[in-house]
C-alpha cells in the first residue's frame, strides 16, 4: 500500500516548470533529419523562446550515441547562458559515473559565471552505457564509480578545500578547485530511474532528488519518494525539493499531437530498442502510455490536466517535460514551447490551486 | 494464512527484487530478502518500498525460504549458497547483459540459456 504524500509545494506558484532535451535530431522544412551541429544550434534557439516565454528551467542530458546531438551539455548550456536572462540552465543527466567531479564542477561554474547564477547540475549514474568504454572506465564498477563520486561531488560542491580518497581516481590533499561560484553553492540534484540504493544515496549527501519516470504509471513512485523522505529523516538532511523528469508532446489537438509524436516516438525507441534487445513498439502499446502511463502527449488541456494529477499524486515541486523525442518536425518542437508555456503551465497552475 | 503457503525469498534487492516482493507481499506470500550487502543497508528501502519483507543475510533468505527467486546480476551466480539451496525450488530470474557481466562466450552461447548453466552449478 503506497503511503500518503505530504506534498513537498506549499504553493502552486512555487513548482518549478523545466524543458528537457537530448538534443535529439529534429527534421527541417523538408522533411530532412538536421545535422548534429543544426540540432544543437535548435536547441539554443529553443532555450532562447522557453526563456523569453518564462519557462523556468532548460535541462540537457547526456548521451554518446549518433540519435542524440547533445554529449557535453555544458557547452550547450554556456551557449544558452549569454542569449538569455532568467532561465535557469541545468544538465538532465551529467553521467557523473564517467565523468570528474573535479572537472563537472569546473564546467558548471563557469556556466554559472556566464549566466550570473543560473546553473545547476543533475546528476547521474546513467541509463545508457555508451560513455563507460569512450572515456575508459569498467561498465561493471559502475555502482563504486558512482559512489564514491556522489561523495567528492558533495565536498566539491562546498567550494572549500577537498581532501579525499577513494579507488576511482587520484587522492586530494586540500585541493582547491575554481572558479568559485559568486552564490558559494551550485544547485545539484541527483536523478534516479527507480533503484533504492540511488533514492537513499540522494538524501544521505542532501541532495535534490529527480524522479526520471518514462513509462509506467507515475503512482509506482510514490514510496521512492516517501523513501527519499524517510532516508532525509534519518541523515537529518533536507527532503524538501523533489521534481520529476517525463517525456511528452503538446499540439493543439490530442489526435495531432498523437500523429506528430507517434512516428518519432517509434523511431526513437526502437533505435534504442535494437541495441537493447526490446521489441519494436507498437502503436497500441504507446496510446496505453498516453492514457495512462508517462507520456504527456495532447492537447494544452489534456498535458495540463495530466501533469496535475502526477504531481498531486507525487507531491512533487517540480516538473520537467522532455520534448521532442526521436526525429520530429522543428517546427512541432516550437509550437510545442510555446503551448507549454503560455497554455499548459498556466492552466496546471490553476488546477492546482483549486484543490 | 494457510500453513501451506510457501515462503518466499528473493536473492537481490535492485529493480526486480523489490517489484518482485511487492508483488508476492501484495499476494499474502511470506517474503524474505537479501540484497548484495548485510541486511542492515537494505532496511530502511525495505521497510518503505516493500514493508513486510524481512531482510536477511543471502545465505539466511537461501536456507530459510521454501522458493528462492534469484534476482541478482548474473556474473555473481556462482557465489549463490549452493549448500542452503538443495532442495529448494529455485527460479532463475537473471538475464545476460553483457555490458555489466562481462563479454563472457558461456553465458552468451545460443546453443544453451544461462539458466542452464545456474542449475548446473546448483547441482554440483
Known sequence: ?355 | MTAARPTIGIIGAGKLGVVLAQLALAARYEVRIAGSGSPHAIGLSMRVLAPGAQTMTTIDVASSSDIVILALPLRNYQHLPVDALADKLVIDAMNYWWEVDGENPALSDPASSTSELVQEHLHK
Open chain 1, 1 to 355: 500500500m503506497a503511503t500518503q504524500p505530504t506534498s513537498a509545494a506549499s504553493k502552486s506558484s512555487d513548482i518549478l516548470f523545466g524543458l528537457d532535451s537530448f538534443g535529439d535530431l529534429p527534421t527541417d522544412k523538408n522533411g530532412d533529419v538536421m545535422s548534429h551541429a543544426a540540432a544543437i544550434r535548435q536547441v539554443v534557439s529553443e532555450a532562447m523562446l522557453a526563456d523569453k516565454l518564462g519557462i523556468d528551467v532548460i535541462a540537457l542530458g547526456e548521451h554518446h550515441r549518433e540519435d542524440f546531438s547533445i554529449s557535453s551539455p555544458e557547452t550547450v548550456l554556456a551557449g544558452i547562458a549569454t542569449q538569455t536572462s532568467r532561465i535557469k540552465l541545468a544538465s538532465g543527466v551529467t553521467v557523473l559515473s564517467s565523468d570528474d567531479p573535479v572537472r563537472v564542477f569546473e564546467r558548471f561554474a563557469t556556466v554559472d559565471a556566464l549566466s550570473n547564477g543560473r546553473a545547476q547540475i543533475i546528476l547521474g549514474r546513467g541509463s545508457f552505457t555508451e560513455s563507460f568504454p569512450l572515456f575508459g572506465f569498467d561498465l561493471r564498477n559502475y555502482e563504486q564509480l558512482f559512489e564514491e563520486r556522489v561523495e567528492l561531488m558533495a565536498e566539491v560542491l562546498k567550494e572549500k578545500p577537498v581532501t579525499w580518497k577513494g579507488s576511482t581516481r587520484a587522492a586530494l590533499d586540500a585541493a582547491d578547485v575554481f572558479p568559485k561560484t559568486e552564490s558559494g553553492r551550485i544547485h545539484t540534484s541527483i536523478g534516479v530511474g527507480g533503484s533504492p540504493q540511488s533514492v537513499v544515496r540522494a538524501a544521505k549527501y542532501g541532495f535534490p532528488l529527480m524522479l526520471a519516470v518514462i513509462g509506467g504509471s507515475p503512482e509506482r513512485f510514490v514510496p521512492y519518494a516517501e523513501l527519499y523522505k524517510q532516508a532525509a529523516a534519518e541523515y537529518d538532511t533536507s527532503s524538501d525539493e523533489i521534481g520529476i523528469h517525463s517525456p511528452g508532446f503538446i499540439a493543439e489537438t490530442d489526435e495531432e499531437a498523437i500523429e506528430i509524436a507517434w512516428p518519432a516516438h517509434k523511431i526513437n525507441f526502437d533505435r534504442i530498442g535494437k541495441s537493447r534487445g526490446w521489441p519494436p513498439v507498437r502503436r497500441d502499446h504507446f496510446l496505453e502510455e498516453v492514457k495512462h502511463g508517462s507520456l504527456y502527449i495532447g492537447s494544452p488541456e489534456t498535458v495540463a490536466q495530466k501533469m496535475a494529477r502526477t504531481i498531486k499524486t507525487l507531491g512533487v515541486n517540480r516538473f520537467d517535460l522532455v520534448y521532442g523525442g526521436g526525429p520530429m518536425p522543428a517546427t512541432a518542437r516550437t509550437r510545442m514551447i510555446e503551448l507549454y508555456a503560455t497554455q499548459v503551465i498556466p492552466r496546471v497552475r490553476e488546477l492546482l490551486e483549486e484543490t
